[in-house]
Nanobody, 122 residues
Framework: QVQLVESGGGLVQAGGSLRLSCEAS????????MAWYRQAPGKQRELVAS???????NYVEVVKGRFTIFRDNAKNIVYLQMNSLKPEDTAVYYC????????????????WGQGTQVTVSS
């Protein structure tokens, strides 16, 4: 069974940095896409950044140039380096793995982390 453990959230002043990490436990053959979403109070969950198995990345416009997503395929970990943080980045950040294949199954499933709070003070 695959479980995701997120870490790295916290409180930071505007202009500061945080690095989020999400580690998938369990035996995993492959993961298609690893992504970070966020949800601010009263708003819908939105995609922040994603990285495919070939290393290609995608970012929401408002974080381009400030956030970097990268992955460690050997350890099944995805990171989100967040620099120049702004108060509007405050949200619960969720890790998402798409197209996960595990031993004994030809199906690919998606998984979500429990979320980690990021608060940026002005």
């Amino acid at each position: 069974q695959v479980q995701l453990v997120e870490s790295g959230g916290g409180l930071v002043q505007a202009g500061g940095s945080l690095r989020l990490s999400c580690e998938a436990s369990g035996i995993i053959f492959s993961i298609n896409t690893m992504a970070w979403y966020r949800q601010a109070p009263g708003k819908q969950r939105e995609l922040v950044a994603s990285i495919n198995s070939d290393g290609s990345t995608n970012y929401v416009e408002v974080v381009k140039g400030r956030f970097t997503i990268f992955r460690d395929n050997a350890k099944n970990i995805v990171y989100l380096q967040m620099n120049s943080l702004k108060p509007e980045d405050t949200a619960v950040y969720y890790c998402n793995l798409q197209g996960v294949r595990v031993p004994g199954s030809f199906r690919r499933n998606d998984y979500w982390g429990q979320g980690t709070q990021v608060t940026v003070s002005s």
